[in-house]
């Protein structure tokens, strides 16, 4: 995405298209996985709503404009698998992290239509093993668009194996 206004809206869009692909599930559905490998369509919920909080003050520290590096290094010193299980992905009832994803998004929002040019503040992540990179608020925002549209996919697979499984039966 290059156009500014089209990462605004995508990004400030996500938590309902996420609400309307879950918001009918029953309760037992939202532990279906693909197989035991995998997670259930609850936990990657949970898993799609504590990631995008995880970089809110990304943003935040960029519209600083002190540059500098952003610490995620606390978050890689344990697996997601491990996150989800410390933080219950598997037991927690979906309603509030829906309801803080939302309210998250629009806040951030807020503070990002205030800004002339949000995209050119700037700070760099080390992933594990690997150097600093630079990202600006734009591209930070489109990975979290990217990351709720693939989380999306799997939930629709998952919807779709189980649909499948029945009409065998």
């Known amino acids: 995405m290059d156009n500014w206004q089209e990462i605004l809206e995508s990004y400030s869009g996500g938590p309902d298209i996420l609400s309307r692909a879950v918001d009918e599930l029953p309760e037992e559905v939202l532990d279906q ?21 995880l970089f809110v003050p990304f943003i935040k520290q960029a519209l600083g404009g002190l540059g500098g590096e952003y610490k995620t290094g606390w978050y890689f010193e344990q697996s ?21 994803f939302k309210a998250k998004r629009e806040h951030t929002c807020g503070i990002l ?20 990179i630079e990202y600006s608020i734009s591209e930070i925002m489109e990975i979290q668009i990217h990351h709720l549209n693939e989380h999306l996919g799997e939930i629709q ?10 009409q065998k039966d």
């Open 33 to 53: 996985a693909l197989d035991d490998n995998n997670w259930s369509i609850r936990e990657i919920i949970h898993h799609i709503v504590e990631g995008d909080d």
């Open 157 to 166: 697979a998952i919807l779709q194996f189980h649909q499948g499984i029945k």
């Open 113 to 132: 239509s205030g800004v002339d040019t949000p995209w050119e503040f700037k700070l760099s992540i080390t992933w594990p093993g690997n150097d600093p």
């Open 80 to 100: 997601q698998i491990e996150w989800g299980k410390r933080w219950g992905f598997d037991r927690r009832e979906i309603g509030s992290a829906l309801a803080l």
